[in-house]
């Protein structure tokens, strides 16, 4: 029963978070600056999710060829400024990643 | 240009489920870890299904399951849910404008359904030139994949439960990170969006240690402020495209 009030809860807040702004900006005549700024939101959050993700994969800075999910995104990066594929970056960007991380990393200790 | 020219109902809802099928790739590790750790930390199967239907937000999902084996108390739990899901506020705000003319029977199910990765992929179509009527089926198909995908990928998680204990391990969380460098790169047009995006990764990297992704909202914020200083320094020459405001008409 615990559990069913918990997933209510969380239930709650991520919808309101979701749907409000639907309805109230929606409602609302958005002010041009702030339209503006809406046009950033996707590129500055999912960045803010990605970088620290790839930079500090165990939750220090590192920066050096030992890092898998460094190479993976930088290859990631060139590929998907190169060919435009989100196809091609998810599949490719994997590929690179494990194969860095199972062989490449471990020959370079 | 005639009503006949539009894409059909039909059409956008597959366009959209289609589009997302990359999205969906990078996604279904996280449905198995998900289904996985939750079984392992203790959920019962009905609780760790019910959270994918209800409250469908992958990496709330996550950090539930891990401060519920814990023994994190409630409250606490819902509190870091919300949190977590703030960005979704940004998300949701910046679609708003496009979905003005939408009944409360689209905006509560879009609404429901928005994730990073439908956000992502249906701002692009709601930014297209063409004023087609239906649009929000074009969303509502990218919704429905997505969602039916979460389902599937927490179901076999849970089935596969114990033996996949070091799914993580394996690295298949590096997912996330290529599906999201295949959104961000190819926005990278113009000087203020690669200056929003620089301030942003600088600012997670200086805040990262903080509880709760709170670093994720503060860079968020550095990013769309950069952004916005630096479309204002070089004028109007060198900004995105203004697609906001011709929508709305």
Redesign the interface.
Known sequence: MNEALLILGMFAVTFSVRYVPLVVVGRAQLPPRVARALRYVPVAVLTAILVPAALMPTGELDISLSNAALIGSVAAALIAWKTRSLLLTIVLGMVIFLVWRGLVAPALI | MTQTDYPTPRQEFINGARDT???I??AIPFGIIYGAIAINGG??P??TI??SL????GS?QFI?AGL?AQGVA??L???T??IV?????????????Y??D?SQRW??P???W?T?ET??VV?RRYADKDDSPHKQWYHLGSSLAMYTNWQISTIVGMVAGSQLEGLADI?LD???????????????VTR??LV??LV??I???LT?HLENKA??MI??????LA??VM?TLLGAKD??E????EVAQ
């Open positions: 099928i990359p999205l790739l990078g959920i019962s009905l609780a019910g959270m209800f409250v469908f937000a709330a539930a519920i409630p409250l739990i819902v509190l849910t919300f899901n703030l960005r979704h506020m940004l998300y949701a705000a910046s679609l708003a404008p979905m003005r939408l905006l509560a879009l609404g429901f928005l990073d956000f992502a701002v690295g590096f997912a996330l990170v290529v599906t999201f460098i295949g959104i961000v790169v190819p926005m990278l203020p969006m929003c995006a942003s990764a600012t997670a990297l990262n670093g994720l860079a968020a914020f550095a990013g769309i952004g916005i479309e900004q995105p203004a697609k906001t405001v």
